[in-house]
């Protein structure tokens, strides 16, 4: 009895705890290629937190470091595409319901 209540507990509690911790978050904080108009320190931890499911962005680029680049090159995501379509359009939607935002203008996000 007592190594079914063990058993239970790990496939309750250790399992999905693994599971969880063995997600890899990336950087708190990325710095985004931006071309000519200039980098854009992209705080990726804030995001998650607040956006709750990584494949809002994900969905058209791996979770690797430099993917949108390596992306750009090949031709699978065109030059701000997700600027636009990521990016740029939850900023303005959320802005139009009220709610909190990010930039807008393109100096809240390009820093030279
Ligand atoms: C608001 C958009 C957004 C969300 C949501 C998001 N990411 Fe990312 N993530 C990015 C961007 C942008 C990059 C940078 C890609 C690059 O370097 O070209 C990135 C890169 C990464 C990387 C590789 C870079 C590194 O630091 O190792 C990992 C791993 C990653 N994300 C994991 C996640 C996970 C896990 C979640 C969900 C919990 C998540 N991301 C949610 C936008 C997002
Ligand atoms: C919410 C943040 C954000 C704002 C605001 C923003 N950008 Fe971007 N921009 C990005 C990101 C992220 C990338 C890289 C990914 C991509 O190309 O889709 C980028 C890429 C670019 C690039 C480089 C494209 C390439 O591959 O050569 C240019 C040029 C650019 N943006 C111009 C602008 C201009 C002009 C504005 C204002 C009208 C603007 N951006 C506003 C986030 C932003
Ligand atoms: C689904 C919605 C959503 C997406 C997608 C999203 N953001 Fe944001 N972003 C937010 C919200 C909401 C805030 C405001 C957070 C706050 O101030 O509480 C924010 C804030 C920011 C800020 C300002 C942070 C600060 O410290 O003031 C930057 C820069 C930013 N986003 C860049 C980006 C870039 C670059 C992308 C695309 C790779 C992106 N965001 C995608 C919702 C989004």
């Given at each position: 009895m007592a190594n079914r209540i063990v058993l239970f507990c790990f496939i309750i509690f250790i399992v999905p705890a693994a599971i969880v911790f063995a997600q890899n978050y990336g950087k708190k904080e990325i710095l985004i290629d931006g071309g000519k108009k200039g980098n854009i320190t992209f705080p990726h931890q804030t995001h998650q937190n607040s956006i709750n499911d990584c494949m809002v962005c994900h969905v058209s680029f791996p979770?690797?470091?430099?993917a949108l680049t390596k992306f750009k090159k090949t031709g699978m995501l065109k030059k701000k595409q997700v600027m636009n379509k990521t990016c740029l359009k939850c900023h303005r939607n959320s802005k139009k319901a009220g709610k909190a935002y990010g930039p807008v203008k393109c100096s809240g996000c390009h820093i030279k």
């Open positions: 979770q690797e470091e430099g």
